[in-house]
């Protein structure tokens, strides 16, 4: 193996090339992989939910256990959007900050990617939380549907800055998740990849902006003991920028100063040895 090689800077280099694919997407591609990345990830938080919903007598004797076999089953949501190739706002995050700071992408492309990912993230959310879950009684008893109630009052009725960092902490373990699934060769590597860091936050009882539109809503069909404002309040703000701070300094950022600039640096180095051999650069 060529000694000079490090997979990390070509891990970067990677993610670089997908911010980029991420800014040329037309509007309709944009919106449409949005819409999908929500349903698809409200998908994993649904799985969650029903298995933690349904064991509320090993809830009560040991809850370690049924946090540990819940949260396991969250990340299938994440697994399908990542290989789908949709567009997760909180992912969305990391990935185009880090082209920003290199220099590849424009302040306009991710502002326009955040806020048409973020509508459409939510658009799907609400799909699969009204349609697919409420509509179809797919919570059908009053265990279920109790836990649906509990869980959501716990998401909201928590302190501003607790569920702010509870975002940051979530978000910096999804840009793990995205960094570690591109420096995967193979399916397999990807899913264990992308699986490990969205366990854990999960496990961990950290917040995600976009799995709280599901997870919130669902809970408020069923008679949650606050009203859109406070949610909107309490948890939508608080836990978006807890987001992106996660996403956009604990990862973005820091990546970009250990590696991006070298990687720049290489390039440019690539480019100037090109011209002084007369080679096209």
Known sequence: ????????????????????????????????????????????????????????????????????????????????????????????????????????????????????????????????????????????????????????????NAQWSANFLRGVGCNWLVGLAIFLSISAQDKVSKIYAIWIPIWTFVALGYQHCIANFFLVPVGMFYGTNFGVGKFIYQSVIPVTLGDIVGGAVLDGFFIWLLYGKKIIKRNLDECSSSSRNGLPS
Do not use: H
């Open 1 to 156: 193996m060529d000694p000079s090689y490090d997979p990390t800077k070509e891990t970067v280099s990677l993610l670089l090339r997908s911010g980029v694919a991420k800014a040329k997407l037309s509007w309709t591609d944009l919106l449409l992989k949005s819409f999908l990345a929500g349903a698809f990830l409200s998908f994993g938080a649904l799985f969650s939910l029903l298995v933690a919903g349904g064991a509320s007598s090993l809830r009560a004797a040991n809850p370690s256990l049924v946090t540990l076999i819940s949260s396991f089953t969250f990340p299938t949501g994440f697994v399908i959007l990542v290989f789908v190739n949709t567009e997760l706002f909180t992912a969305n995050v990391f990935v185009l900050i880090l082209t920003t700071f290199a220099r590849k992408t424009s302040l306009w492309d991710l502002l326009q990617n955040l806020v048409l990912s973020y509508v459409m993230n939510l658009a799907g959310c609400l799909f699969v939380a009204g349609f697919l879950c409420w509509w179809t009684d797919t919570l059908n008893t009053n265990a279920l549907q109790s836990f649906a109630v509990t869980q959501a009052e716990a998401r909201v």
